[in-house]
């Protein structure tokens, strides 16, 4: 199995500021999954974070509003940039071993 | 139309109670996970099915590969499993899961 930590829990920011979040597995993984969760609704996939290349972008997320960063098989953030009130949501990693794990989530509030 | 549609969108229980959520999708999958989402937000993976049937507890989950369904089923239905119980299928090897809308489910004393 894995453990998965997010840092942040949740935060409070302001509109045009920027708020990194990290994730912790507790074993090496080759795919790292960043989704999106807007209040009343099911989780939207960001982005696929592959060590050494570039993450995967969906349709509608661009990397200059969500920089990702997989430095290495254990470990990436997620960057939330020239935040906007719609940008308020649950931010999950996640990751896939014998089944799908998931982080706790960052519940990221936009002022 | 999504890919993953799931029924009903909200359901309200007694306890006890006998309990199926349904869910439909349209591509061809290699697995379907059950997901339970308590209200801080955290996931967990209930079950993975590629085939047939699984059991843990009360919680029953199966799927028939040819008519692209799957149910989920809690027998002798508690307070504790109200929640949001999300249907997700993944198409082939580590691509990413598509997800269903989610069922709020709420089991009253």
């Known amino acids: 199995s894995a453990v998965i930590s997010q840092k942040p829990s949740r935060d409070i920011c302001q509109r045009g500021t920027s708020l990194t979040i990290q994730c912790q597995v507790d074993?090496?993984?080759?795919?790292m999954f960043w989704y999106r969760q807007q209040p009343g609704q099911s989780l939207t996939l960001i982005a696929t974070a592959n060590q050494g290349s570039e993450a995967t972008y969906e349709s509608g997320f661009v990397i200059d509003k969500f920089p990702i960063s997989r430095p290495n098989l254990t470990f990436s953030t997620l960057t939330v940039s020239n935040m906007s009130p719609e940008d308020s949501s649950i931010y999950l990693c996640?990751?896939?071993?014998?089944?799908?794990?998931f982080g706790p989530g960052t519940r990221l509030t936009v002022l | 139309k999504n890919e993953v549609e799931q029924s009903p969108q909200n359901l309200t229980a007694q306890e006890g109670e006998f309990i199926t959520i349904n869910c439909s999708y349209s591509v061809g999958i290699s697995a379907l996970h059950w997901l339970q989402q308590h209200p801080g937000g955290g996931i967990v993976s209930l079950f993975m099915?590629?085939?047939g049937k699984k059991k843990h507890g009360r919680l029953i989950a199966t799927i028939n590969i040819q008519e692209k369904h799957s149910s989920l089923h809690i027998t002798a239905s508690h307070p504790r499993d109200s929640a949001v119980y999300i249907c997700?299928?993944?198409?082939?090897?580590?691509?990413?899961?598509?997800f269903g809308k989610g069922t709020r489910l709420s089991v009253i004393a």
């Open positions: 996640s990751v896939t071993e014998d089944t799908q794990y």
């Open positions: 997700a299928v993944r198409r082939s090897g580590n691509t990413p899961l598509v």
């Open positions: 099915l590629s085939s």
């Open positions: 074993s090496q993984v080759t795919m």
